[in-house]
C-alpha cells in the first residue's frame, strides 16, 4: 500500500503560482497512474491532471497551458506546477494514485493523499 502526502499549497493573488508536491511512501508510486483532483465548497471532487510513466499527461481544459503535471521516480514523487491562477483554482487539491481504469475519473483511483488547500484572491 502507498501512503501520498500533499504540501505546497497556500494563499496567493490571481495570476500567482504554486508548486504542489505529492511524496509517495510504503511503496513506489511508479506502477501507478497518478492525478490530481480538487473539490471546491459544495462541488464535486473533479479531475484536474494526471501522468502515466509512460509519460502522457492529460488536462482538464480549464488548466490547459497554466498548469504542468511532472514525476520524479527517483523522488518517489509527483508534482502540480500552478501558473497564471485565478480565483476559480481555489479549492482542496488532491493526489492520487489508480492502477487501472479511466484516468480522469476519480472512481478509478485506489490511494488518495489528506488533501491541502490552495486559496487564490482577486
Known amino acids: 500500500q502507498v501512503q501520498l502526502v500533499e504540501s505546497g499549497g497556500g494563499s496567493v493573488q490571481a495570476g500567482g503560482s504554486l508548486r504542489l508536491s505529492c511524496a509517495g511512501s510504503?511503496?513506489?508510486?511508479?506502477?501507478?497512474?497518478m492525478g490530481w483532483f480538487r473539490q471546491s465548497p459544495g462541488k464535486e471532487r473533479e479531475f484536474v491532471a494526471a501522468?502515466?510513466?509512460?509519460?502522457?499527461?492529460y488536462y482538464t481544459d480549464s488548466v490547459k497551458g497554466r498548469f504542468t503535471i511532472s514525476g520524479d521516480i527517483a523522488k518517489n514523487t509527483v508534482y502540480l506546477q500552478m501558473n497564471s491562477l485565478k480565483p476559480e483554482d481555489t479549492a482542496v487539491y488532491y493526489c492520487?494514485?489508480?492502477?487501472?481504469?479511466?484516468?480522469?475519473?476519480?472512481?478509478?483511483?485506489?490511494?488518495w493523499g489528506q488533501g491541502i488547500q490552495v486559496t487564490v484572491s482577486s
Open positions: 492520487a494514485g489508480s492502477f487501472d481504469g479511466q484516468i480522469v475519473n476519480k472512481d478509478s483511483y485506489d490511494y
Open positions: 510504503g511503496r513506489t508510486i511508479m506502477p501507478y497512474r
Open positions: 501522468i502515466g510513466w509512460d509519460s502522457n499527461t
